[in-house]
Structures are given as structure tokens and as C-alpha cells.
């Protein structure tokens, strides 16, 4: 079971501006640690979006941001298209586990 | 270009083993962090085990650990991961992935992963 609490699903019209949240604990995100983010399209492998909580690799499109404040962090899309139909997952460091990186539970994101 | 290879997923009875590779190619692997991270049918993603690039230090989540042994052949630049005690629980897509760190970092992220290979554990 994720420490990193995600909603399960988020939908939005294309063009339209959609939030996912990740909520953590005072050992992962709370502790100041990065977070990152992960698209993944249906049938694909995770790919990497957003990273060290706001920066975007080469190649990701901007209409992607992420944010983070205090326990928690965001990832917004803007401008939504069809193409970004698919699961994101975030990502970070848990002091507390014998793994230390988490993800969260992930969220399904559909384009009405 | 880097790229991870996984290889060796199946079917496999509860009880029983499987080992795992991950080849890569375009990085030393020895150089890297390097995760499994699996993905039950319809789940979220879990990172299960993990290989320090320097040091080689291993890492293990409480579901497997005692169970599984992460391990990399440098002559080959493969990872491998070998499941015993294979459980139902345990099916899933086993995808490695790299960090950009060569050590387990708060700052790690994972920037490329491999395609996965499918375990499945059933009698």
C-alpha cells in the first residue's frame, strides 16, 4: 500500500486545465523531498514527466507543470488534449521504508 | 541511446523461482542506480528491489525482501533480479528502470525504463 495518495481518476474537456494531487507524510514529501512524476500510456511503460517537483525533461510538452507545498505536490495539465489520456504516478523518497522510493497510487486521467 | 531489455517473465507455479534480466545498453549500468518496480494487473506501480551504481549496495521492499536478490553481472551490463518463494501476489509486470544518480539519493528520479516482462504465478 502507496504512502503517496493520489485521486484515482480526474477527467476535463479538451482545452480544459486538470490537477492531480499527491499526498504524502512528514517522511516523504513532508521531509523535503523531491517529487517527481510519471505518465503512463495505456499498455506502455512509465515514462518520465516532471522532475525534482517543477522541471520538465526535453521533449515533454509545457501544458505539463508540477508543483510542491509542504506534504503535498501537484501536477497540472494544461490545455488538455487527447493524447494525454493515460495513468500518472508520482514519485519520491520515504525515509521511513527499506526501499525508500515510493509512488503513488496513480491517477487516471480521461479526456471527455 | 540507453536502453533497459527485460527479459525473462512467464509462468511460473507458487512455490517456485524466476530469474529476471534487464540488459542494458548506451550506460554502465555499474555506474547508475537501477530499480525493479512492478506492476500488478490493473495496479499502481511498487518498487520492489533496487542496486546502488556505486557500491553496489542492494535494496529490498518488505514484500520481498528474503524472497528476492538483486544482482549485475558487469561483463554483460545486466541486472538481474531472482524471485524464490513466488506467491500469487507476485504477478505482475516487472519493469527496471534507471536513476540518474549513481547512488541511493533522495534526488533520484528514473529516466528511462525498460518495456517490462509479465510473471505470472498460478498453479
Known amino acids: 500500500q502507496s504512502v503517496l495518495t493520489q485521486p484515482p481518476s480526474v477527467s476535463g474537456a479538451p482545452g480544459q486545465r486538470v490537477t492531480i494531487s499527491c499526498t504524502g507524510s512528514s517522511s516523504n514529501i513532508g521531509a523535503h523531498y523531491d517529487v517527481h512524476w510519471y505518465q503512463q500510456l495505456p499498455g506502455e511503460a512509465p515514462k518520465l514527466l516532471i522532475s525534482?517537483?517543477?522541471n520538465r525533461p526535453s521533449g515533454v510538452p509545457d501544458r505539463f507543470s508540477g508543483s510542491k507545498s509542504g506534504t503535498s505536490a501537484s501536477l497540472t495539465i494544461t490545455g488538455l488534449q487527447s493524447e494525454d489520456e493515460a495513468d500518472y504516478y508520482c514519485?519520491?523518497?520515504?525515509?521511513?521504508?527499506?526501499?525508500?522510493?515510493?509512488f503513488g497510487t496513480g491517477t487516471k486521467v480521461t479526456v471527455l | 541511446e540507453v536502453q533497459l531489455l527485460e527479459s525473462g517473465g512467464g509462468l511460473v507455479q507458487p512455490g517456485g523461482s524466476m530469474r529476471l534480466s534487464c540488459a542494458a545498453s548506451?550506460?554502465?549500468?555499474?555506474?547508475?542506480?537501477v530499480i525493479w518496480v512492478r506492476q500488478a494487473p490493473g495496479k499502481g506501480l511498487e518498487c520492489v528491489s533496487g542496486i546502488s551504481g556505486t557500491g553496489g549496495g542492494t535494496y529490498y521492499a518488505d514484500s520481498v525482501k528474503g524472497r528476492f536478490t538483486v544482482s549485475r553481472d558487469k561483463s554483460e551490463n545486466t541486472l538481474y533480479l531472482q524471485m524464490n518463494s513466488l506467491r500469487a501476489e507476485d504477478t505482475a509486470v516487472y519493469y527496471c528502470?534507471?536513476?540518474?544518480?549513481?547512488?541511493?539519493?533522495?534526488?533520484?528520479?528514473?529516466?528511462?525504463w525498460g518495456q517490462g516482462t509479465l510473471v505470472s504465478v498460478a498453479s
Open positions: 514519485q519520491s523518497y520515504d525515509n521511513s521504508l527499506s526501499i525508500f522510493y515510493v
Open positions: 525534482g517537483n517543477s
Open positions: 528502470a534507471k536513476g540518474n544518480i549513481d547512488y541511493f539519493s533522495s534526488r533520484n528520479f528514473f529516466d528511462s
Open positions: 548506451g550506460f554502465n549500468l555499474s555506474r547508475q542506480t
